[in-house]
């Protein structure tokens, strides 16, 4: 696979040669008759930094497709208003398996929280994806949000409007709103998937950390471009305002013969992630393990955080090391790609997930709150592991399907209950 990389690159790329214009964007006639069309990620008029837009050379534009029928997918829901009452306790969820019956991507997604609002371009959903058959001859239009991909079980292979990524466990893709994918697979696939109705995802600022460190732009991938020449008919599914709908056309909606911009799907390896950590004593707050983070208006106040766990050394000195008991004002949506948490030795299972929302108090579990209090504090190195967590400003309201479908662990709670009394 070939890439070009780089967070917010300004990418240029074309599948032939020549099919990209060079010192102007739409020409009165764009190379080889292709068709010039621009996709905006941002407002035109957002400040420099945060502009985002792609053009892209194509065989035929966008709007040569049929008109739109709605299309039903009662698992999938959207923003706070689709969510049940929600209880105020920790809740967690064991691994759902993948259904044996033959679903794609689309067929395959299971809404589990919900916050925030499309319309308001605020909030964002937890979901699962539950599938095992590659699209085929389908693409997905995501309008009402952009797609954070963390895969769990098999790999995808995703053919987007603006060329080829492969992303397997351990890798997460981004794939921003409005762009035109399609997703194949080898086998039973699990993925956690965060809809981010918000603004659009960026790497957080430094501060004191300096020029370098967390996760480096550099280790973003775009695509080239590839064009698909397959003819026949296409079926494209929007999802947009919370409904999925349906519409045909003549060609591949891959036909992006060549593009250049900033706004484009990316691929990255979270082994690139550099972990940052206390080397003297007491265990920080896991804002240093933020990947991406979509903020909101409020300076500090996250529509959603991308966080991860992933293998790092503990040295901390007469600490304890795992976290510590805490109840938070933010959100916090986990999963668990591969390994053990070190809050949850046990419970908390590759698949399964975790909801603790705000001012829900949570922290290790018996077993790991005995251990690391006796624990010799020699350097130890967490490793074989990747945790991650989707943590919101906004409280996560459960579906039907998360609350009552059966994959919640109704003893969760029990894991807490051997913590004794301190001595009076
Ligand atoms: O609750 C959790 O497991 C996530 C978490 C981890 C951590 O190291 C500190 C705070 C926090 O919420
Ligand atoms: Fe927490």
Not at 89 to 107: G, K, Q, Y
């Amino acid at each position: 696979m070939n890439y070009q990389s780089g967070f917010g690159n300004q990418f240029a790329t074309e599948a032939v040669a020549g099919a990209l214009p060079v010192g102007r964007n739409s020409p009165q006639r764009a190379p080889h008759g292709l068709y010039a069309e621009l996709i905006s990620g941002s407002a035109f008029t957002a400040p420099r930094a945060e502009n985002q837009r792609s053009w892209v050379y194509r065989r035929r534009p966008s709007v040569v497709v049929g008109a739109f029928t709605p299309l039903a997918q009662p698992w999938l829901k959207t923003g706070a208003r689709d969510g049940i009452d929600t209880p105020p306790n920790p809740l967690r969820w064991h691994p759902i398996e993948v259904p044996a019956a033959s679903a794609d991507f689309v067929e395959g997604l299971r809404s589990i929280a919900l916050n925030g609002d499309p319309e308001a371009q605020t909030g964002m959903a937890a979901h699962l994806a539950l599938f095992n058959r590659s699209m085929d001859k389908r693409a997905f239009v995501n309008a009402d949000g952009d797609l954070l991909l963390v895969p769990q079980q098999g790999a995808l292979q995703i053919r987007t409007e603006l060329g080829l990524l492969d992303v397997k466990p351990g890798e997460i893709a981004l794939l921003p709103r409005g762009i035109a994918f399609s997703i194949a697979v080898d086998g039973p696939t699990r993925v956690y998937v965060c809809e981010n109705y918000g603004a659009a995802f960026r790497l957080p600022e430094l501060g004191p950390i300096g020029s370098n460190g967390l996760a480096n732009a550099r280790d973003f991938l775009a695509p080239v471009a590839a064009v698909d020449d397959t003819t026949g008919e296409f079926e494209i599914v929007k999802k947009y305002g919370g409904a999925l709908w349906r519409a045909t056309q003549p060609h591949s909606p891959f036909n992006v013969v060549a593009w250049h911009g900033n706004l484009a799907p990316l691929k990255y390896d979270t082994a690139h992630f550099n972990t940052i950590g206390s080397i003297s004593f007491d265990h920080p707050d896991p804002s240093i393990f933020t990947v991406l983070t979509s903020p909101t208006d409020t300076p500090g106040t996250a529509n959603c955080d991308f966080v991860i766990f992933p293998p790092r050394w503990l040295v901390a000195e007469d600490t304890f090391r795992p976290p510590w008991y805490h109840r938070n004002v933010m959100s916090e949506f986990m999963g668990l790609v591969y390994g053990q948490y070190d809050a949850k030795p046990e419970g908390f299972r590759p698949g399964g997930m975790s909801l603790h929302n705000g001012m829900v108090p949570h922290g290790p579990d018996t077993e790991a709150f005995d251990k690391a209090s006796n624990a010799p504090l020699a350097p130890h190195k967490l490793d074989n592991t990747l945790a991650f967590m989707f943590e919101s400003r906004w409280r996560f309201r459960l579906t039907e399907f998360a609350l009552n479908g059966g994959a919640l662990d109704a003893a969760y709670a029990d894991c807490w209950a051997g913590l004794k009394e301190a001595a009076r």
